[in-house]
């Protein structure tokens, strides 16, 4: 009998468990699986002989379950049901209400020297992910990929990510299974349901991925800056969080070209500046920057969230490659072409342009024209961004926001809330350090009164008058400025009313 119809006739024996490894014996080849979290499991099989041997990783205890019946294994934690069944030893996942996750829809086969087998992709289910491209959509959906970096992000509430290395063959183009060609049979797969919680769960297993190179070109080019912007946020979605942009390449390039790579390079938290130097508004960015990139080694999120990645229940999303948030607060639409404009969706809710202070309301899609780098903040959000000897806490009302600014030096966070209630306001800062701030909300008529208990603050005429504890309105742009000096330790309450 040939050795693929051998192993398309494996059947599951029994399962034994030992503590968060379950080891499967087949009557032909191996198989184990092991729980990393309620919500994640590695997943190893081979065909004929043993297991290769595999590093023990030291993981907190997961509670599971292990039922059987003649035909099928289920093991169930408290996030998830795992089915397998006997014969042919085929996955199928759910989550605890029973909607389904993933299904094995055929058993795994040799293919040369390599595995192939098909999974079932659910009826308008998208994918992302597979690594750097400079795909221009970054939807996977009808697409066939080749890749090195084998993870794969489903909106049906799942990742996947296929260990050891190699190049791996995703077909995707069939409307209700896709394949895997792969070196092995050794994956891990994610419930999220969301795309963050699926890169929570990835970053548990893999904390640090290697940095890689944007761009490998040698002359720079509209189109080259256009395909290395495309290259970081398919990377991102990809958990490829650690891109190096290189500006170098662009110091002979023409003066638009240049500032419009200087605008994107200097959002990339490992930029090399060379003699084009980064943007100013980068160097407000730096504890922005810090916040985020501690976010990045604790959670494993990208500097740079895809669209999809922020909004995963809008469909529209996936639709626009070239615009992103940076963190949670800004939306960002690098212009990559020299017409100096270009449209731009805006996500639901409402946003201000940080250049010209006007707000719009999402979902909608416009137009801009400017030598700037458009940049919007989205209601609720508190952007810190830095100025010569202070930090200015831009606040964005009417939802209530929140910032946690990291002080590497300490380590610790200094923290800054805002929570409107009607014709009230409350701002408030939690500092680690002695700092100066400055409150600028945003979009709001001139107090009736600045202060907190018996303390009020003074109002001055213009804002290069500002002093600890003083005011200013901007009639013009109707943002209120604050400031205050905070002490290491103390929290700064300012109430606000009208």
Known sequence: MPFQALAAAAT???????GNRVELKLDRGAAALEWVSPNAFRFQRVLEGALPKTEAVDREAVSFQVSETPSAVTLRTRALELTIRKVGVLLRLRDRQGAPLVEDLTEPRAQGTEVAWERRAAPGSEFYGLGPRDDEALGLRGHSVRTERPFLVSTAGYGEYHAGGGVFHFDLTAADHYRVQAPRIDYYLY??????EIFEEHHAVEDSPAPWMVSNERFPSWTGLRASMLRILQGAMSAATTPIFDLGMYAAAPDELKQRARQIGSLVARVTPGAVGTSGFRGQLDTFFGSYVAELQDRGFPVWHPLPFQFPNDPDAARYADEFLLGDEMLIAPIVDPSGKRGVWIPRGIWTNLETNEAVRGPATI??????????ARTGAIVPLDSRGSIGLHYFPKAAGEFFLLESDIPDYSQAHAAPALDF???????KKERDYQWVVHH??????????DTKYREVARQADLQDRSWWWDPALKNLHIRARVKAGQDSIVNLNW
Not at 191 to 196: A, D, L
Not at 425 to 431: D, G, H, N, Q, V
């Open 12 to 18: 599951l024996l029994a399962v034994a468990p030992h």
């Open 425 to 431: 306001m409350r701002l408030e800062i939690e500092s």
């Open 191 to 196: 419930y999220g349901p969301t795309p963050k």
């Open 367 to 376: 137009t801009v024209a400017t030598q700037s780098l458009p940049v919007w």
């Open 444 to 453: 709001v008529e001139r107090p009736a009164g600045v202060g907190f208990e």
